[in-house]
């Protein structure tokens, strides 16, 4: 980009998903279903889990961090592009745009970890059950949950700091819906390579390394679950199932977008696998995850009965 006589960038004009004024209020109709969908359904979750003491158990732990992780991850963007679409300034502060970044990979990151625990837990409950009280206890699943909040918040603070050395001069039209990664670095007036070999090479081992352990781990899963019964096989693969499908659109959408130069990045493209992550993705899990399972659904009947005898 030539930045020659621009100056300091204050502010930020995100550009949004579409330019067409016409489609704003759809748009802006789709979106607050969603993410009202996605509050509703991991608040419950984490209501029901907490309160219900048949639930508290390693799975269910598991299951409540990740909906607090969701809860974050979609009100992060949601919220400000749902404010982009009623009003006529799309403009967002330079230094709330920082925040809104490291934000974003904080709940992003850690929702990729949690979602590899959560292998990691299916993958003792099938292949090792009888030592799955002693591997999976309350004490090991905090611990493994405070190590994805801190692995990710460390990696959230490299690549902030990597992207505060950029210079930003003259143009300040974000071609997208939120401060994400690709297009702050496409609008850099400085060299970006060192930022992109973090992307690839510490990105990649933050990102890729889970999701080869959660492939692996569903390979010993399948080899474990077809010496089950036939019953035995469906419970396993009902419950496994729904769990690697959000794996392979949440993991495939972020590898299409991040692990690509910056000079092949396409704005439209990148909108609509970020829309599968940030939006289509924390709003599915409790619905996808939990709200099927019929100990939640008992736990819903339960919390019910108990709220309308109470009065």
């Not at 019953?231 to 299409?256: D, P």
């Not at 709003?283 to 109470?310: C, E, G, Q, T, W």
């Amino acid at each position: 980009m030539d930045c020659e006589n621009g100056t300091d960038i204050v502010e930020f004009v995100l550009l949004g998903l579409s330019s067409q004024p016409e489609q704003q209020p759809l748009f802006f109709l789709v979106f607050l279903l969603m993410y009202v969908a996605g509050l509703l359904g991991n608040i419950m979750m984490i209501v029901l889990i907490t309160l219900d003491a048949r639930l508290q158990t390693p799975m269910y732990f598991l299951l409540r961090s990740l909906s607090v992780v969701d809860v974050g991850f979609i009100s992060v963007t949601v919220p400000q592009l749902l404010a982009h679409l009623v009003s006529s300034s799309k403009t967002i502060p330079f230094y709330s745009c920082m925040a809104q970044f490291f934000f974003f990979y904080v709940f992003g990151v850690t929702d990729l970890l949690m979602v590899s625990v959560m292998a990691l837990d299916r993958y003792v409950a099938i292949c090792n059950p009888l030592h799955y009280a002693t591997v999976m206890n309350q004490k090991i699943c905090r611990h493994l949950v405070a190590g994805c909040w801190i692995v990710s918040t460390l990696h959230s603070m490299l690549h902030a700091g990597l992207i505060l050395h950029l210079t930003y001069l003259g143009d300040n039209h974000l071609d997208h819906f939120f401060c994400d990664h690709k297009p702050l670095l496409q609008l850099s007036c400085t060299d970006t390579r060192i930022n992109e070999a973090a992307i690839f090479f510490e990105g990649g081992l933050i990102i890729l390394g889970p999701f080869v352990f959660i492939i692996l781990s569903y390979a010993r899963i399948v080899a474990a679950v077809v010496k089950f019964s036939s019953s035995g096989r469906r419970k396993a693969f009902s419950t496994c199932g729904s769990h690697l499908t959000m794996v392979v659109l949440l993991y495939g959408a972020i590898i299409g977008v991040y692990f690509q130069p910056t000079s092949s990045y396409s704005s439209q493209r990148g909108a609509i696998f970020a829309v599968m992550y940030t939006v289509i993705t924390p709003m599915s899990n409790p619905y996808i995850y939990s709200l099927r399972n019929k100990d939640v659904k008992a736990a819903f009947r339960h919390l019910l009965r108990r709220r309308f005898f109470s009065q």
